[in-house]
Structures are given as C-alpha cells and as structure tokens.
T-cell receptor
Framework: GESVGLHLPTLSVQEGDNSIINCAYS??????FIWYKQESGKGPQFIID?????DKRQGQRVTVLLNKTVKHLSLQIAATQPGDSAVYFC????????????FGTGTRLQVFP | GAVVSQHPSWVICKSGTSVKIECRSL??????MFWYRQFPKQSLMLMAT?????????EQGVEKDKFLINHASLTLSTLTVTSAHPEDSSFYIC???????????FGPGTRLTVT
C-alpha cells in the first residue's frame, strides 16, 4: 500500500547469518512484485521479482516468497554480507493494467561483523 | 544494458527559483518514465507518470503546475520544480520502462536542497 512511515524498521544480523525481510502488500489485485535494494544516496537497485502465479523464486543468495492468502512477501538473503547493508523495499504492480509501482515502507538491514 | 542517468546528481537553489532535473535512458528507449520523491527515512512516493509525446499523469496531491514534466523524446524526461521552497527539498528519483519489458530501471537520484 501507500507508504507513509517516518521510521524505517531495522533488522540487524551478524555477517554470515541468513536475513529475512518481510513486506505486507495492500492490493489483492497486484500480480507482480519486486524487491529493491537502496544504498544511501542512490537509486533503488533491482534484486528479484516474482509473479503471482508463483509462490517462490530463487536467485543468487536471495529467495522471494509470496503468500497471496495473507498478502505477504518476504526476501531471504543467505549468508548475509556487509555489502548487503542497505534499505530494502518491496513494490507491487498490476501487470497489463498499469505500469505504476507502489512501494512498501522499507526495512533497513544492518550487518555487523 | 538498461542504464538510466540523472542530472544533476545534487543541486542547491534559493527559494523562489526553478530547478530542472533530467532523466535519460542511455541504452534503451522508454515510452514511459516515472518520477518519484523520497524524503529522509521514507519510501519512494510516485509523483507522476511521464509519457513520451503526451501530457504527464500526476498522482493525487501532486501539483502539476509546480512540478512540470516534459517527455520530449524516447530517451529524455525532465522534471522542473518551479518556485521551489524549502519543503521541496528531497531526493528525486526517476525510472524508465524499457519497451517490451515490465521491469523499471531506476536512475541514481537527484538531491535537491532549497535554501
């Protein structure tokens, strides 16, 4: 849904551990979801996407899980590294209806040694 | 491929002046580009959808006369913040839809500070 949060939730993990970042989306008609990584002072960087006809998709060290029943999306990062420290956003879209992306609130991931 | 650039990367201007920000798709054509605004510690908020050769579509609450968008070619969209005020200080990010793909490619952002 529309993001109006003033404080980003933070997830702190130790280097080498797995990270799980969660996102709740608002529109049950959304059928395409994307995770973005944003480092300070930079634009969002595409990580992985998933369409609504799937419930899981894997990339390199990342996995996205989609639960349409509860409108929930998660991003799993395996063996988290210091370079993974950033803010992560989920975004939702309705393909072939609109090109507009609706961004979630975001989660700051902090990786400590 | 699929690189989007923005210029300038940062700008400081005085209250009441206008500022133009450029968004370019460097190696692909983009019929549609998007402009977002991001305040500190907040998410990206879509301001408007920029369509090549036609008028932009603005999101609710975004003043079209204040944020002028021009999409004159398939590789360039511009956002002009007119009569800027300190509350317009923000991080402005554009993205571009690659024709034939449903992925949006984001620019690096422009930091606007209005004094």
């Amino acid at each position: 849904g529309e993001s109006v949060g003033l404080h980003l939730p933070t997830l702190s993990v130790q280097e080498g551990d797995n990270s799980i970042i969660n996102c709740a989306y608002s529109n049950s008609a959304s059928d395409y979801f994307i995770w973005y990584k944003q480092e300070s002072g930079k634009g969002p960087q595409f990580i992985i996407d998933i369409r609504s006809n799937m419930d899981k998709r894997q990339g390199q060290r990342v996995t996205v899980l989609l639960n349409k029943t509860v409108k929930h999306l998660s991003l799993q990062i395996a063996a988290t590294q210091p370079g993974d420290s950033a803010v992560y956003f989920c975004a939702e879209n309705i393909l072939y209806n609109t090109d507009k992306l609706i961004f979630g609130t975001g989660t700051r991931l902090q990786v400590f040694p | 491929g699929a690189v989007v650039s923005q210029h300038p990367s940062w700008v400081i201007c005085k209250s009441g002046t206008s500022v133009k920000i450029e968004c370019r798709s460097l190696d692909f054509q983009a019929t549609t580009m998007f402009w977002y605004r991001q305040f500190p510690k907040q998410s990206l908020m879509l301001m408007a959808t920029s369509n090549e050769g036609s008028k932009a579509t603005y999101e609710q609450g975004v003043e079209k006369d204040k944020f002028l968008i021009n999409h004159a070619s398939l590789t360039l969209s511009t956002l002009t913040v007119t009569s800027a005020h300190p509350e317009d200080s923000s991080f402005y990010i554009c993205s571009a839809d690659k024709t034939g793909s449903y992925e949006q490619y984001f620019g690096p952002g422009t930091r606007l500070t209005v004094t």
